[in-house]
């Protein structure tokens, strides 16, 4: 099999063919695949189902060990597809702590950074025309 990355691959059925495209994407390709959910209310104010992660969203995980915790988002490895939190860390056998490694499909996104001018374009762009006439006040 080869390990070069298809840019005509259209998807497969078989599970390592999927794993392998995940492994061998580019980048630019591995940084749209670190989505995760939005929140309901994200969702409906932003008319949008999902987003890009990125550092300092907060965030709570929904799948593994540290269900139900929330915390900020302190890393995003795009090259490994992982994302680590502020205060989720695993206890070793010695008695150190490390950061344990997430997969953004475990994880809800329950509030944006928007400190980014950019990423706030585009989140406005997205929007459809009934959730920007929620947000406008009518005036009668």
């Given at each position: 099999m080869k390990t070069k990355f298809s840019k005509s691959w259209?998807?497969?059925?078989?599970?390592?063919?999927?794993?392998?495209?995940?492994?061998?994407?580019?980048l630019h390709i591995k940084r749209k695949m670190l989505a995760s959910r939005l929140s309901k209310e994200l969702t409906k104010r932003y008319g949008r189902r999902s987003i890009s992660i990125r550092k300092g969203d907060i965030v709570k995980i929904v799948r593994g060990n540290f269900k139900d915790h929330s915390g900020k988002i302190d890393k995003?490895?795009?090259?490994?597809?992982?994302?680590?939190?502020?205060?989720?860390?695993?206890?070793?056998?010695?008695?150190?702590?490390?950061?344990?490694?997430?997969?953004?499909?475990?994880?809800?996104?329950?509030?944006?950074?928007?400190?980014?001018?950019?990423?706030?374009?585009?989140?406005?762009?997205?929007?459809?025309?009934?959730?920007?006439?929620?947000?406008?006040?009518?005036?009668?």
């Open positions: 259209k998807g497969s059925v078989q599970p390592r063919k999927q794993r392998k495209y995940v492994k061998n994407a580019p995003v490895l795009t090259k490994k597809l992982k994302v680590y939190i502020e205060g989720i860390q695993n206890l070793k056998r010695d008695g150190n702590k490390t950061p344990y490694p997430l997969h953004p499909s475990n994880l809800i996104v329950t509030e944006l950074d928007l400190t980014d001018k950019i990423r706030q374009k585009n989140l406005e762009r997205g929007k459809t025309k009934e959730t920007k006439d929620e947000q406008t006040p009518k005036n009668n």
